[in-house]
């Protein structure tokens, strides 16, 4: 298994908190810290390891094409090279937070067109999207509320609505019992406590039915504009692999990512980390050997780091896929998903 350069020094910070036991510290072997003792040769071997993902990202290749390359062959692959030498020692919180940044930065240039990948027009929308995507699919969701909008646009309308027939119209996302009574409960509060708007506090959001601090972040960051991190199952697996934290806990998550970046940051990250993880950074099998911030991730060689192999596991548009969005963003550079039931879903 090929190693980072910043992996075995992550891990030095692991063991200093502990952390011996991690599965990534595990992994090290002597011949990876071995690999890592110049600069010379981790400049060119991250410089190739780069080049080798962008030219396996095919349709990825896009951004990242001479991002990860120059990135190799210039500053970033260097100071991965220097960190490379000091192996063994921990990485400081300093370090830790400029290479943070710096991945934050990559990714912005891999993923310029990030967005919420629920399909909504209004805060309501996304609202109501946010709550019916709890153990579904965004696109199942998307599939989903084009119906159920049209029959039920406002708040005062879901209010009003026939349980039986919105547990209908919802039943494709899952658990629509549940669903519905917590569609048909956050209405009637929008209707009855705050005049059939959805307000813009975190405090007031989570106290409408099925609405937690995630869907709450969620509605704040993209339907109003104020910062938030939203941790989910894919921003809290790559921030641990990427050694940001080392929490379990969604909120003790949030509290440490929101410590390391500018709030102005905050809902643009959260959007850059989840596409990463769901194109690229694929919770069993991640696609190292097409990832652009390799030379940045402690976890590089978790996944497949043959550079073909890995290109065929990139997803959506970098795999030449359609995304997950029935209406996406006019700068997404993939295709929209199909509706339900046209059978290209
Ligand atoms: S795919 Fe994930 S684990 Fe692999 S190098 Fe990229 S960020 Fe790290």
Redesign the pocket.
């Given at each position: 298994m090929s190693k980072?350069p910043v992996r075995a020094q992550a891990e030095g910070a692991g063991r200093v908190s502990g952390e011996e036991n991690s599965a990534v510290g595990e992994q090290v072997s002597p011949k990876s810290i071995k690999g890592a003792k110049t600069d010379k040769s981790m400049k060119a071997s991250k410089a190739g390891k780069a080049a080798k993902a962008v030219k396996a990202a095919g349709a990825a290749e896009a951004v990242e094409a001479g991002k990860a390359v120059k990135t190799a062959r210039t500053g970033e692959g260097g100071e991965a090279a220097k960190q490379a030498q000091r192996a063994g020692k921990p990485e400081s919180r300093l370090a830790m937070v400029r290479r943070a940044r710096k991945?934050n930065r990559e990714l912005a240039e891999v993923y310029p067109y990030a967005h919420p990948e629920l399909d909504f027009r209004n805060p309501f929308e996304l609202l109501v999207a946010t709550v019916l995507s709890a153990q579904t699919t965004d696109l199942r969701v998307n599939q989903t509320t084009p119906a159920l909008f049209a029959k039920y646009p406002t708040p005062e309308d879901m209010a009003a609505a026939v349980p039986e027939e919105l547990e209908q119209i919802i039943r494709p996302t899952g658990f629509f019992r549940a669903k519905a009574k917590s569609l048909l409960g956050l209405s009637a509060a929008l209707r009855d406590d705050f005049g059939g708007r959805v307000p813009g506090r975190l405090e007031d959001l989570v106290r409408l039915p099925g609405v937690g601090r995630k869907t709450a972040n969620v509605v704040l960051g993209n339907a109003f504009g104020v910062p938030g991190i939203t941790v989910d199952t894919h921003f809290g697996r790559?921030v641990r692999?990427?050694k940001w934290t080392e929490q379990e806990d969604p909120e003790k998550v949030e509290a440490e990512i929101c410590a390391i970046f500018p709030k102005s940051e905050w809902t643009m990250l959260s959007h850059r980390v989840v596409f990463?993880?769901r194109r690229?950074?694929?919770s069993r099998k991640?696609?190292?050997?097409?990832?652009?911030?390799?030379p940045?991730?402690?976890?590089?060689?978790?996944?497949e780091?043959d550079p073909e192999k890995?290109r065929k596991l990139l997803k959506y548009e970098m795999g030449g896929y359609p995304g997950q969005r029935l209406a996406p963003p006019p700068d997404y550079p993939g295709r929209p998903a199909a509706p339900l039931g046209t059978g290209d879903e």
């Open positions: 980072s991945i790559l692999r990427w990463h993880g690229i950074c694929h991640p696609a190292c050997g097409a990832c652009p911030i390799a940045l991730c402690p976890a590089y060689g978790e996944g780091t890995a």
